[in-house]
């Protein structure tokens, strides 16, 4: 991107600050029309002859710009095709698995097609097959809806599944269960913490200590002989 003095063409066609063409001018005269206008002459397409400049303040255009990526990645997103293929004598945990790599596709804002295909002898009971579709049908219908009824071409029944807006989606039932079994807050150390900051019991009062000359003279054992009376 080039700007102000960094242009290279000797002319260029100018845009004005309000969106309108001004018509072609020499590079000195398109900068001096910028200053006027206090803000910068921008160079939006080089490779057209004479190049195409803008006259706009350069972070107001970035902004613009970025703007414009962000919506088209949006659009770009939502036509993000994922594919979930079945069979007419699937396991019904094994359809529960699909549904939910549907609902996790649709959360996503990504359209579903879904691929029920019959080998074999499968062809002779399509009915089947309808049923599984329709049983799928139902478990994402609070997520997405079918753009068109399933139909049934060659070996293959085919369903295409577009996301509901957000705000009448339902929430994807994986997440609510990751936020239903988040640990809880481990109230091991504040008991811990409590229990260090009680106050200490209240010690036994020491026995009073008897000086040594008023204790009796035993010997310093207890004489069983003390209360005999020797005649």
């Known amino acids: 991107m080039r700007v102000n003095g960094k242009i290279r063409a000797r002319e260029v066609r100018v845009i004005g600050p309000d969106g ?34 803008r006259i706009i303040e350069i972070g107001k255009f970035r902004y613009e710009l970025a703007k414009k990526e962000k919506e088209s990645r949006k659009h770009q997103h939502a036509s993000t095709v994922k594919e979930v293929q079945l069979s007419p004598r699937i396991d019904p945990h094994d359809l529960g698995i699909k549904v939910q790599h ?12 879904v691929a029920l295909k019959f080998r074999g002898r499968e062809m002779a009971h399509t009915e089947v097959g309808f049923e599984v579709i329709n049983k799928f049908i139902e478990l994402i219908t609070p ?8 139909k049934l071409v060659g070996r293959a029944i085919n369903l295409m599944i577009s ?30 913490a409590e229990a260090k900051t009680e ?12 000086p040594v000359n008023e ?6 054992l207890n004489n069983p002989f003390s209360g005999l009376e020797i005649k």
């Open 215 to 220: 204790q009796p003279a035993t010997g310093g």
């Open 163 to 192: 996301p509901l807006p957000r705000a009448k989606r339902a929430k994807n039932p994986r997440a609510a269960d990751a936020e239903l079994h988040e640990p809880d807050v481990d109230h091991d150390e504040d008991d811990d």
């Open 20 to 53: 309108k063409q001004l018509g072609v001018f020499l590079l000195n005269e398109a900068l001096n029309l910028a200053r006027q206008h206090g803000v910068d002459l921008v160079e939006i397409s080089a490779n057209a002859v004479p190049p195409v400049c």
């Open 102 to 113: 549907a609902i996790n596709f649709l959360c996503e804002d990504m359209k579903v097609k």
């Open 199 to 210: 106050k200490p019991h209240a010690a036994a009062p020491a026995k009073a200590k008897v």
């Open 143 to 150: 997520f997405g809806h079918p753009d068109f009824q399933p």
